[in-house]
């Protein structure tokens, strides 16, 4: 079945390119020619500093700045726009959360709940809060086979103690989409806040903060076609109006003394600098291609190409899948071993078929050591793959173990 949107994507179509296969979307996803010449089109046409100059280039600069936004804020039904904080990505975000919020609000004694499957990024900035208060950080553990995470072991480790709970919406992973809106309600019964890294879940399916009842959630735009460097926090407006600035020094203030200063309001006060304008218009582009796509095919043909590779993978002598059998509940992502092969050997091999996978620990090592597994190979898919490539992706698979010399 021919894949209307691939010809939107130059990556596939130059030379250095021909026959690619990429399976680690992600990692990082490719980007369209509508991003890429939207971010042209701002250098060709708007370029100024945004927010600072009066005269009209500055002030169109602006206006595509907070356009940006606004279709930010439309993307995952934020109440306001001021709601939306542009940084560089989820990693930035939640460390403006712990640094910004949770350096004021977790005390000696408290909790932070995390889920197990969580990546680095939504486990060491709580690390480094629970050293610096004296607080505890409690691990929620998932279904070592399926890696659902269920709401009896929420409830379990979510108490009174608990300050923040934070759980990624998708794991890089598994792939196992969390209940947040349940999580959420256990959260704040408890009087904590909830904070869910939606890196992996906003390029994939539909997301309504407002639903769900996040406290914070964070994106990166170039998991979703958007260039790198440039992502979103959404927070609720009255925990940010409360909360410090993370970084400090121009366009964030309102007045500067010589001993003093006052802050700008929401949401520019988390902005320190010059700001990635061009790169925020390219974010606004891919949210409109996808929109225009919409989430739910999105969400449609990644799951039939996870089925299809998972069930290919099935019938692959000594290959392992880690984590849910269906194929359903794996957004795209599919993590695996083969018996006697190191997931680095694999990537190397694939990759020189021209198939380009992920071999590693993914950025999750506490995970890895509770599933027992140091290091694993993952076939990240997004709707721009096809069924043709799973096919020629799972008749490689076949002959790995040939290619290192088994016999079998």
């Not at 990546?119 to 050293?131: A, D, E, F, R």
Request: hydrophobic fraction near 40%; glycine fraction near 6%; include cysteine.
């Amino acid at each position: 079945m021919e894949n209307i949107y691939r010809k939107d994507f130059p990556i596939f179509s130059a030379k250095e390119n021909e026959g690619l296969i990429y399976f680690d979307s992600a990692a990082t996803s490719q980007k369209p020619d509508q991003v890429i010449e939207a971010v042209d089109d701002y250098y060709k046409k708007n370029n100024a500093n945004p927010l600072r100059g009066l005269y009209d280039l500055s002030v169109r600069a602006t206006d595509e700045y907070e356009n940006a936004r606004h279709a930010c804020a439309e993307f995952i039904n934020a109440k306001e726009d001021c709601e939306i904080i542009f940084t560089r990505n989820t990693t930035e975000s939640i460390n403006l959360i712990a640094y910004s919020y949770a350096m004021e609000n977790v005390n000696a004694g408290d909790e932070i709940a995390v889920c197990i499957t969580e990546h680095h990024s939504n486990i060491l900035p709580w690390q480094m809060v629970c050293k610096a208060k004296n607080a505890k950080l409690v691990y929620m553990e998932c279904d070592k086979e399926t890696g659902v995470l269920s709401l009896d072991e929420v409830k379990a480790k979510v108490g009174k103690k608990t300050k923040i709970v934070a759980t990624g919406q998708v794991s890089n992973v598994l792939g196992i989409t969390h209940p947040i809106k349940e999580i959420a309600k256990i959260a704040h019964a408890n009087g904590a806040v909830m904070v869910v890294d939606g890196a992996q879940s906003a390029p994939h399916m539909k997301v309504d903060v407002q639903d769900l009842d996040a406290d914070f959630f964070a994106l990166s735009g170039h998991k979703m076609c958007a260039p790198m460097g440039i992502g979103a926090l959404y927070g609720k407006k009255e925990i940010l109006s409360k909360m410090q600035p993370f970084m400090r020094g121009g366009e964030m203030i309102e007045y500067v003394t010589r001993q003093d200063a006052t802050f700008a309001e929401l949401p520019h006060k988390f902005e320190a600098g010059t700001v990635n304008a061009a790169d925020a218009v390219g974010l606004a582009a891919a949210i409109r291609y996808l929109s225009d796509i919409r989430l739910e095919n999105i969400a449609e043909h990644d799951n039939r190409l996870a089925c299809m590779l998972i069930e290919g993978l099935k019938n692959v002598p000594h290959v392992n899948i880690i984590g849910n059998p269906d194929g359903n509940k794996h957004c795209g992502i599919v993590t695996f071993t083969i018996d006697g092969v190191h997931p680095h050997d694999i990537a190397s091999v694939l990759d020189s078929e021209k198939i380009a996978i992920r071999a590693g620990h993914h950025c999750a090592q506490p995970l890895g050591e509770y599933l027992g597994i140091n290091s694993s190979a993952r076939a990240s898919l997004y709707f721009y793959n096809t069924e043709d490539e799973v096919a020629v992706f799972l008749e490689k698979i076949k002959n790995v173990r040939k290619w290192m010399g088994y016999k079998d």
